[in-house]
């Protein structure tokens, strides 16, 4: 049995039929969708790698299903910029040396974005605390914590 999954990406709507119901939404985005931004470490949600927003909301998406998404908004990496127009937490990220080898950072990226909307005034604890679910093998963490915290200082300036 499969069943048809409709989603909308990165402001595009797309309607897949013939999707595997046990089919994980980081396979489903990478593999169907070909968003390869999206990493996939663990596959058992526990180095953040695979996190996308749906409805808004940060989720592992080794640990959801295709189907799960069925009707939701994604927000991919591929979603927060381009290359050329990063948004201010890429361009942070880039200023303060938040990334080394980059596995990690699309998952640091897309939670960052989701404790920005949540909580534009957050502190460096709070930031600590809001990245504890995702792991990075190479920055010691520091230069994250600083891009994201300039990060939430420009939006506030630019808002
Ligand atoms: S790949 Fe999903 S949490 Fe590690
Ligand atoms: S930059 Fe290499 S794992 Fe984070």
Request: net charge negative.
């Amino acid at each position: 049995m499969t069943v048809n999954v409709s989603v909308t990406v990165n402001g595009m709507r797309h309607e897949i039929s013939g999707v595997e119901p046990r089919l994980l939404l980081s396979d489903f985005l990478r593999d169907t969708l070909g968003l390869t931004g999206t990493h996939v470490g663990c596959e058992h949600g526990v180095c953040g790698a695979c996190t996308v927003l749906m409805d808004g909301h940060s989720v592992r998406s080794c640990l959801t299903l295709a189907v799960q998404a069925n009707g939701s908004e994604i927000t991919t990496v591929e979603g927060l910029g381009t290359p050329e127009t990063l948004n201010v937490l890429q361009t942070q990220f880039r200023e303060h040396h938040g990334l080394q080898c980059g596995f990690c950072t699309p998952g640091m990226l897309m939670t960052g974005e989701d404790l920005l909307r949540k909580y534009p005034l957050a502190t460096d604890e709070e930031i600590r605390e809001g990245l504890s679910g995702n792991l990075c093998r190479c920055t010691g963490y520091q230069n994250i914590v600083a891009a994201i915290r300039s990060a939430a200082a420009l939006r506030r300036e630019n808002a």
